[in-house]
């Protein structure tokens, strides 16, 4: 692949057929590299992103915390000094239960129009729609008002303290950024429409061990001291208790702007608060898997782990929690009530304290509204533009709890059930939505290199 075969017509930037097809062989090489994390060995991954950009002519530094653990940096130098815009993808993927998928997760195979593999969602595929358009504008000549920079990390799936967080204490410039654009949000599609959501915060982690210890023994012979008796009680006590719906400034204007019109029943969907108030609107939102986990907390049992042998009573057992809580909740108050609620026979073990808090970004900024006139011009339509909560942990919340904007969007569009492969089996990537995310990341770049140093 090389830039001169990127076109520039009517004031949009183009792939010529030959181009998008290799930038499809290049999303495809880079998903066959295996960054499951854990436990990660992106380095791979990294060496391979370091080539493209050196084959472009563009110099990058990579950056390891611990040996296999890699982060990548490249720049495009602006007109003034001043704080940088940041592209910020990460490399890692979540861990993928094989024997579940129809394909080889790590094969990038293409059928029916889908490329099939972990990560192309999140987030290989932005990842490299990314550094395409990066390379376009060095590869242009274009001379942003601000330094562009292209950083992609290591270790996000577990925390981050590899990846975004090393970088922000190996080169300081990065907490001095003017925006930061990443993964979280998307164009969707739903109901005959589409809007964009752009992810301005995301849910606070609250994820947890629950432990029991029993007496073993053999399994013809109960003594009522079972560790694993004790862990399904509790975990039935957690998971039957029905957190509160609560509405949030950015919820009620997302819902305000997806729902805006919807009628049932004979009704007409409501403002959020009525809707809350509401027996059959609050039925409804409670049965949308994404407008439920926007406004509650929400907790999840992802493992469980007790005894080996069907005649043999464990001594020990262990249930994990996923839990995510809404920007503003008190975790102190959180492990309080799951401690009442697991009751005195088990333990609670938190996972991640240190991990801070996520912030919010304002969304009545130029960044947000000129996103949204680039994705108004790929779609052709007064498509609605609102902000949104991110259900999962992103690195964003590193830089939006040092003042950052940043903002998590990834320009194509997906239904419900793309959305939901995410993190599942058999995630993919349509190959119009690659096409449509190059577009858009392209334009979306060329708005932030036009805006000025300060």
């Not at 930038?23 to 791979?44: A, H, K, W, Y």
Request: proline content about 4%; aromatic content about 8%; charged content about 25%.
């Amino acid at each position: 692949m090389t830039i001169s075969t990127v076109q520039k017509k009517k004031g949009k930037i183009e792939y010529i057929m030959k181009t998008f097809d290799d930038s499809v062989e290049l999303i495809r090489n880079f998903m066959r590299i295996n960054t499951s994390n854990p436990p990660g060995n992106e380095e791979d991954a990294v060496l391979f992103l370091e080539d493209v950009l050196r084959r472009e002519g563009i110099v990058s530094e990579i950056f390891s915390a611990v040996p296999r653990r890699a982060n990548i940096l490249a720049r495009i130098k602006g007109k003034e000094k001043g704080r940088p815009v940041i592209l910020l993808s990460h490399v890692d993927v979540v861990p993928v239960n094989e024997a579940e998928w129809t394909v080889d997760p790590f094969g990038a195979e293409i059928k029916g129009g889908y490329l099939y593999g972990r990560g192309a969602i999140d987030m290989k595929s932005q990842a490299i729609c990314q550094l395409i358009a990066f390379m376009a504008l060095a590869g242009e000549g274009v001379k942003p008002e601000r330094d562009i920079i292209y950083l992609a990390t290591c270790d996000e799936e577990v925390g981050g303290s590899h990846g975004v967080e090393f970088m922000l204490k190996k080169v300081p410039e990065l907490r001095n950024a003017s925006f930061v654009l990443s993964e979280g949000g998307f164009m969707i599609k739903e109901g005959g429409h589409v809007n964009a959501q752009i992810a301005v915060t995301e849910k606070q982690l609250g994820q947890f061990i629950v432990r029991a210890r029993g007496r073993g023994g053999h399994g013809s012979m109960p003594h009522g001291d079972n560790a694993n008796e004790k862990i399904v009680a509790a975990s039935g006590r957690i998971l039957s208790h029905k957190w509160p719906m609560k509405r949030t400034a950015i919820t009620s204007a997302y819902l305000k702007g997806t729902l805006e019109g919807k009628i049932m029943e004979g009704s007409k969907f409501p403002t959020l608060d009525r809707a809350l108030k509401s027996k059959k609107w609050k039925s409804y939102l409670e049965s949308n898997e994404i407008y439920n986990a926007i406004l509650r907390n929400t907790v999840t049992l992802t493992i469980l782990r007790g005894g080996e042998k069907v005649n043999v009573i464990p001594a020990g057992s262990e249930a994990y929690f996923d839990a995510r809580l809404l920007p503003g909740e008190s975790h102190e108050n959180f492990f309080k009530k799951i401690g009442r609620l697991a009751g005195e026979d088990v333990e609670i073990e938190r996972i991640g304290a240190g991990i801070g808090e996520p912030g919010s970004s304002r969304y009545g900024t130029v960044y947000f509204h000129g996103i949204g006139k680039c994705v108004r011009s790929l779609k052709g339509e007064d498509v609605p533009i609102l902000p949104y909560i991110m259900t999962g942990a992103t690195d964003l919340r590193y830089f939006r709890n040092l003042g950052v904007p940043s903002y998590g969007f990834f320009p194509i569009t997906l239904n419900k059930e793309e959305l939901l492969r995410m993190h599942g089996k058999d995630e993919r990537i349509s190959i119009e939505n690659i096409r449509e995310g190059l577009e858009g990341c392209g334009r979306i770049l060329k708005f932030l290199s036009t805006l000025r140093a300060g």
